[in-house]
Every structure is written in structure tokens, then in C-alpha cells.
């Protein structure tokens, strides 16, 4: 078995930056799906339920260490493979990476989760516009928050010129907005970093039309 075993999807936002830290810090890892609609969702059956109190994916297993959270599996994979880093030491920096990563983990990405737009739809009778309009609403508030956050300073990405955690959290945001048909434009500074990230291997490694359970009909269509 390998020492690395992520369970993930490969369309969830939140697998993917995992995926994406595991690709640039060279880490080889055996990959587990877990298919979030098959069979009323495999994240619900006792089993991965067992792994993660939350039934949501990633998970990641180390050492026999269970982890979930996409925030907390990032920061320990940081931590035990520290090169190449994904967060500066120096703690104002670290501080505003945080803040970044947060608005899209805490307040952009719950709201358009999975579980969130089925309960719209199961309970308050929203049809598939309405949830897309719904999702539109919260991204756009967060895209222009991201926006104002990396006007004056970035760099070929987020924060300069390395990757830093905030690229991990950008680039799926902005994969799953488009699924939405959320308006990108008015983001020209994101547009550009997302781009930018795109271009490095460990991204294209990552991303969710190339992964082993990416569906044959779907597979590199689209970036
Ligand atoms: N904050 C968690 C969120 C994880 C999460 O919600 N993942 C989604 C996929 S992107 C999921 O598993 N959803 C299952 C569901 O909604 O039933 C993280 O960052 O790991």
C-alpha cells in the first residue's frame, strides 16, 4: 500500500487542491475515488463515513493517519514535506495566504457545495437556474474580494512569484465557477494567475478532466 492514500472525486474543487499539493510537492499517492452520486453517494456509506465525520471529500491517510479538511491536509502535507513550500514562514504573509484560501474554503466554496444546492432543491423547490443563480450570487461577492486581494501585489501568481497555497485554492474556485456559468470577466488579475497556474505540469496533473475517474465523455475537454 502506498504511504500516501487520498480519497477524493475528481470533479470536487476540494479534492483538487489536495490533488494539486500532492502533484508540486512530488508526492506519489494511491488514489481513491469516492463517487459523490452513485448509489445515493459513496461519501455516506459507513465506511469512508468512518474516515471522515463529515462524509465529504478529501481524506487523506498518512502513516495510518487520518486527516480531513482540505485546509488541514494542505498544512500538514506543508509541514511534513516542507520543499517546495506552500506557505512563507514570514507570519504577515502567511497571514494574508490564510485570509485568501479562507475566503474561498469558508464562505465561496459552502455555498455552492453538493449537499447545500440538493437541499435548495429538495426542500425550497429550486430548479436548475435557480441554483445556478443562487451559486452565481456568492461567487461573485467572493470573486471581488479575491480580486481587491491580489490587485496591487501579485505576481505571476497570488502572492508573487512562487505558487503559494492561494493558487491551490484559486484555480479549482474558478474551475467550479465555471461550471456555473458564473461571469468571470470583471476578474481580469485572477483570470491571469488561473492561467499562469494552468501552464505548470503539477496543475495539468491535477486537474479534474484527467484524473482515473474523470468519465471517458468528459475527459480534457476543458481547462
Ligand atoms: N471544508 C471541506 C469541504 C469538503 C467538501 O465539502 N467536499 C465536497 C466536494 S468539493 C463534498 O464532499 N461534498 C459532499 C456532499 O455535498 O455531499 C474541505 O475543504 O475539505
Known sequence: MAELVLYNYFRSSTSYRVRIALHYKNLSFEYKPVHLLNDGGEQYKSTYANLNPMSEVPTLIHDGLTIAQSMAIIEYLDEMFPHPALFPKEPHQKARIRQFCENINSFMHPLGNLKVLQHLEKKHGYTAQDKEQWVQHWLQKGFLALENM??????????????????????????????????????????????????????????????????????????
Open 150 to 223: 491580489v490587485k496591487k501585489n501579485h505576481g505571476t501568481y497570488c502572492f508573487g512569484n512562487e505558487v503559494t497555497a492561494a493558487d491551490l485554492f484559486l484555480v479549482p474556485q474558478i474551475f467550479a465557477a465555471k461550471r456555473f456559468n458564473v461571469d468571470l470577466e470583471p476578474y481580469t488579475k485572477l483570470n491571469k494567475i488561473n492561467e499562469n497556474a494552468l501552464a505548470l505540469e503539477c496543475f495539468q496533473m491535477a486537474h479534474p478532466m484527467r484524473q482515473v475517474d474523470t468519465p471517458e465523455a468528459e475527459k480534457l475537454i476543458s481547462k
